[in-house]
């Protein structure tokens, strides 16, 4: 399968943790993101990546939220000193600038329990 | 970017024709219609984008009000696959290449 993938599926954690979740982007794709969905609501951006550049970061991004896309191909997200509120499913999706691109593809996500 | 509605739910059976509506009475000259829908714990997936023409591709059918504050996602057959959260999301691109803003979307639900 050539598709986004996400590492881990599932993420259980202790208040005050540090976790640090994985996407790898479809092989040619330029573009990454990440999105947060909490249980009822559609997905909310959090940040982009063009290549291994961060081009924009939602106000929703909190200091305590950090990511990266070191050589232009996969990403991480993490979170420090995790809070209940944190508790969603972190979703990672992919583009391409080149040609008539019109779509984005998402990933099946990371699912973040907070106790 | 621009504000959608949608309803929050809809039903349909099998094999019937549905039409799950989307308003965007805000709408500039400039923003493309998108839809995505997200299958049951996947994420979402790209169904169809448009502009001021009705479009059709192998998923469903798009047709856009001719004032373009409205539009219409149409699955001419709804299968039980077809079960899932639609978002409705404007962009002033045409393009995927630009943060989504989704709203709530709409739940289909297809009875068998």
């Known amino acids: 399968d050539t598709g986004v993938s996400q590492d881990p599926r599932h993420k259980i954690t202790k208040r005050g943790q540090n976790v640090t979740f994985r996407c790898d982007p479809i092989?040619?794709?330029?573009?990454l993101y990440w999105y947060r969905q909490t249980l009822g609501q559609g997905p909310e951006f959090l940040t982009y990546?063009?290549?291994?550049?961060?081009?924009?970061k939602s106000r929703l991004l909190s200091d305590r939220f950090s990511a990266e896309r070191p050589k232009g191909s996969f990403s991480t997200l993490e979170i420090q000193r995790t809070e209940q509120g944190d508790s969603a499913m972190y979703l990672c999706?992919?583009?391409?600038?080149?040609?008539?691109?019109?779509?984005?593809?998402f990933g099946p996500g990371t699912r973040l329990t907070v106790l | 970017d621009a504000k959608t509605t949608q309803p929050n739910s809809m039903e349909s059976n099998e094999e019937e024709p549905v039409h799950l509506p989307c308003n965007h009475s805000?709408?500039?000259?400039?923003?493309?219609i998108h839809w995505y829908r997200q299958l049951p714990s996947q994420g979402p997936e790209y169904v169809i984008h448009?502009?001021?023409s009705n479009v059709n591709n192998r998923m469903a059918s798009l047709a856009i009000a001719e004032d373009r504050k409205s539009s219409t996602l149409i699955l001419h057959r709804a299968t039980l696959r077809d079960a899932a959260v639609y978002y409705c999301?404007?962009?002033?691109?045409?393009?995927?290449?630009?943060?989504?803003?989704f709203g709530k979307g709409t739940r289909l639900s297809v009875i068998a």
């Open positions: 990546f063009q290549n291994e550049a961060q081009l924009e």
């Open positions: 448009g502009l001021t």
């Open positions: 999301i404007l962009s002033a691109t045409l393009t995927g290449n630009t943060p989504l803003v």
């Open positions: 805000t709408i500039s000259g400039t923003d493309y």
């Open positions: 092989s040619e794709h330029n573009r």
């Open positions: 999706a992919s583009s391409v600038t080149s040609g008539t691109n019109n779509e984005q593809f």
